[in-house]
């Protein structure tokens, strides 16, 4: 059975990406924190670690996910993903290439794809891709080589495709309403909960600005 959209289009409402910058005990404390502050899917990303590392934290952070109702994913490590019993997978321009990954999983397991022109998200999609990523939305720190395409030509990119999903870059409270009318179906961050004071905070303040610009 195919991924559901609708159910999917839910779920990246509020996408955290986390790893990159934390230890294995941070990434858990944080990401349970912002859990209950209401994200809804989370993506373990991180290329510092040991492969028993991300095992070892993909396998508790899919307790932690399941327990709220919110989907995990693990970015670029398709063996991390299946070997951990994760929910999907998220791909890159430069990892293995959508399509021979759903040749390997089958059509009821996540994918992701990365796309910042209509092309490459219309090939995503000719490849089994579940959903997009498309950005950056804003100037962003967490990835120094983004470039930034802003709302217009995420909406752009969007337009070409027919399968959910997320704007991701730069983004945080303050220019969540900017992404309104975009075609997105939600957001993806990390540095906005992630390095905030108090990541369940954070994420509340998140999607109480993603329910006023995209709906409850």
């Known amino acids: 059975m195919a991924v559901d959209r609708k159910r999917l289009a839910e779920q990246?409402?509020?996408?955290?990406?986390?790893?990159?910058?934390?230890?294995?005990?941070?990434?858990?404390?944080?990401?349970?924190?912002?859990?209950?502050?209401?994200?809804?899917?989370?993506?373990?990303?991180?290329?510092?670690?040991?492969?028993?590392?991300?095992?070892?934290?993909?396998?508790?952070?899919?307790?932690?996910?399941?327990?709220?109702?919110?989907?995990?994913?693990?970015?670029?490590?398709?063996?991390?993903?299946?070997?951990?019993?994760?929910?999907?997978?998220?791909?890159?321009?430069?990892?293995?290439?959508?399509?021979?990954?759903?040749?390997?999983?089958?059509?009821?397991?996540?994918?992701?794809?990365t796309a910042r022109t209509p092309e490459l998200a219309r090939e995503a999609q000719r490849l089994g891709a579940d959903y997009i990523g498309c950005g950056a939305a804003f100037g962003t720190a967490t990835k120094d080589d983004a470039v930034v395409i802003g709302p217009e030509g995420i909406k752009e990119v969007l337009a070409a495709v027919e399968i959910p999903s997320v704007a991701i870059g730069g983004i945080g409270p303050a220019n969540v309403s900017r992404l309104a009318g975009c075609g997105c179906s939600g957001i993806s961050l990390s540095g906005a909960v992630m390095r905030a004071a108090d990541p369940r905070e954070a994420a509340k303040a998140l999607m109480r600005e993603i329910d006023k610009s995209f709906g409850c």
């Open 12 to 113: 990246l409402r509020l996408y955290l990406i986390c790893g990159e910058g934390d230890t294995p005990d941070e990434v858990l404390r944080k990401t349970a924190a912002a859990l209950e502050g209401g994200v809804t899917a989370v993506q373990l990303r991180v290329k510092s670690w040991t492969g028993r590392e991300c095992y070892n934290t993909a396998l508790a952070l899919k307790d932690l996910c399941h327990a709220h109702g919110a989907a995990l994913l693990v970015n670029d490590r398709l063996d991390i993903a299946l070997a951990a019993g994760a929910d999907g997978v998220h791909l890159g321009q430069k990892d293995l290439p959508v399509g021979a990954a759903r040749q390997i999983t089958g059509p009821d397991f996540i994918i992701g794809g």
